[in-house]
């Protein structure tokens, strides 16, 4: 008899054991739940926020490329307006040149004339 009650207070104490650890993990299994909620949670505002700065960031690589692109045609522009300009410089330069030896010439004539 003793060796029954011996066996049956075991058997209570394993069943205890067991009911501790199934509330153990009842309890592990909800935090568990609770974790991986948030951790969704979680993962969703950060794919939010990258997908916003990743929007941000292509906006502004468009607008820098627009830039650049506008930037380009501009010194395009100007660069043709320098070689215009440098063609008229010298355009000019060649002109003063022909109008000033045309000038001694006249001038040199005139003194020849002068002196006869």
Known sequence: ???TDAKRTKITDVLDFIQERLAELEQEKEELSQFQTLDRQRRSIEYTIYTREQAEVNEKL??????RRRDLASI???????IDNESNINSLSETQSKRSHCWKMR?????RSMRK
């Open 62 to 67: 468009e607008e820098l490329e627009a830039n």
């Open 107 to 111: 001038r040199v004539s005139f003194l």
């Open 1 to 3: 008899m003793e060796e």
């Open 76 to 82: 395009e522009t100007k660069r043709q307006e320098y």
